[in-house]
């Protein structure tokens, strides 16, 4: 095509406000901001970003950063999703949730030299739709590390494709 202008990705900012229902879906393929006093209430709780990171605060990190009180709010959905096209990053420590999709193709650590990060989900679903990210050490990708993954759940559930972990070793 010609002649086609230059449009800006999206922009999703939640502030001060109450989402309540059955589900609640909140994506976007741009900039995604939730505020830690907006209040997020569902059975089904589903968040898209064009990153996902798990993180003490934002600190300049774009797409969608879960900060200890957005998780909070989070934690009461009995299922929750997370997409992304790209790697789902977290921080050190230990994430509970109910039912929990991670919809990406990759999970990293961001202390890959000696992190511990600990997923605990009473259903863990890994849904690796999107494409699949290059394996660790590959030219262009993210470390492999010595960090530790547990995974911590009643029934581990694999969707197709390929799931790449990150920081893990």
């Given at each position: 095509?010609?002649?086609?202008?230059?449009?800006?990705?999206?922009?999703?900012?939640?502030?001060?406000?109450?989402?309540?229902g059955?589900?609640?879906?909140?994506e976007?393929?741009?900039?995604?901001?939730?505020?830690?006093?907006?209040a997020?209430t569902?059975?089904?709780?589903t968040?898209?970003?064009?990153a996902?990171?798990?993180a003490?605060a934002?600190?300049?990190l774009?797409?969608l950063?879960?900060?200890?009180e957005?998780r909070?709010?989070l934690?009461?959905?009995?299922?929750?999703t997370?997409?992304?096209?790209?790697?789902?990053d977290?921080?050190d420590?230990?994430?509970q949730?109910?039912?929990?999709?991670?919809?990406a193709?990759?999970?990293?650590?961001?202390?890959?030299n000696?992190?511990?990060?600990?997923?605990?989900?009473?259903d863990?679903?890994f849904?690796?739709?999107?494409?699949?990210?290059?394996?660790?050490?590959?030219?262009?990708?993210l470390?492999c590390?010595?960090?530790?993954?547990?995974?911590?759940?009643?029934?581990?559930?694999?969707?197709?494709?390929?799931?790449?972990?990150?920081?893990a070793g």
């Open positions: 095509r010609t002649n086609v202008d230059a449009v800006a990705s999206g922009r999703l900012t939640v502030g001060a406000a109450t989402l309540t059955a589900s609640v879906s909140l976007s393929s741009g900039e995604f901001t939730i505020g830690t006093k907006a997020l569902a059975n089904n709780l968040l898209g970003g064009s996902i990171h798990f003490d934002d600190s300049g774009t797409g950063v879960l900060t200890p957005l909070a709010s934690s009461r959905a009995k299922a929750l997370l997409r992304t096209s790209g790697v789902i977290f921080a420590g230990e994430y949730f109910g039912d929990l999709t991670l919809a193709p990759g999970l990293a650590l961001a202390n890959a000696d992190g511990a990060v600990r997923i605990v989900a009473d863990l679903r849904d690796t739709g999107a494409a699949a990210t290059a394996a660790c050490g590959a030219s262009g990708s470390a590390g010595a960090g530790r993954l547990t995974i911590d759940t009643r029934t581990a559930t694999f969707g197709d494709g390929v799931l790449h972990t990150y920081g």
